[in-house]
């Protein structure tokens, strides 16, 4: 159980941030591993349609470049405080 915040507001519930930024990053691998799945079933001849490989990896790259994004605007925090003096 996490101890109490010092000024009495209540303890933070809930998932920790690391495990929804870890599990945001599962979801994107398993994105980009559908999408790879689906370019290997259109070359063999298996996929539905060019049109719904091309959505997959549509979505895969969106997703991928989202992560980036957060990944870089988390990074520029961490340093912002990193440079700040105490």
Same mark, same amino acid.
């Given at each position: 159980?996490?101890?109490?915040?010092?000024?009495?507001a209540?303890?933070?519930?809930?998932? #920790?941030?690391?495990? !929804?930024?870890?599990?945001? +990053?599962?979801? @994107?691998?398993?994105? =980009?591993?559908?999408?790879?799945h689906? @370019?290997?079933? =259109?070359?063999?001849? #298996?996929?539905?349609?060019?049109?719904?490989?091309? +959505?997959? =990896? #549509?979505?895969?790259?969106?997703?991928f470049? !989202? !992560?980036a994004?957060?990944?870089?605007?988390?990074? #520029?925090?961490?340093?912002?405080?990193?440079?700040?003096?105490?």
């Amino acid at each position: 159980m996490p101890a109490a915040v010092a000024d009495g507001a209540a303890p933070m519930q809930g998932p #920790e941030f690391s495990r !929804l930024f870890l599990d945001q +990053i599962s979801a @994107v691998n398993d994105k =980009l591993s559908g999408a790879d799945h689906a @370019v290997q079933m =259109l070359a063999t001849g #298996e996929a539905p349609s060019l049109h719904d490989v091309m +959505i997959r =990896l #549509e979505e895969a790259r969106l997703s991928f470049q !989202l !992560l980036a994004q957060v990944r870089n605007r988390l990074l #520029e925090a961490y340093q912002e405080v990193m440079r700040m003096q105490v």
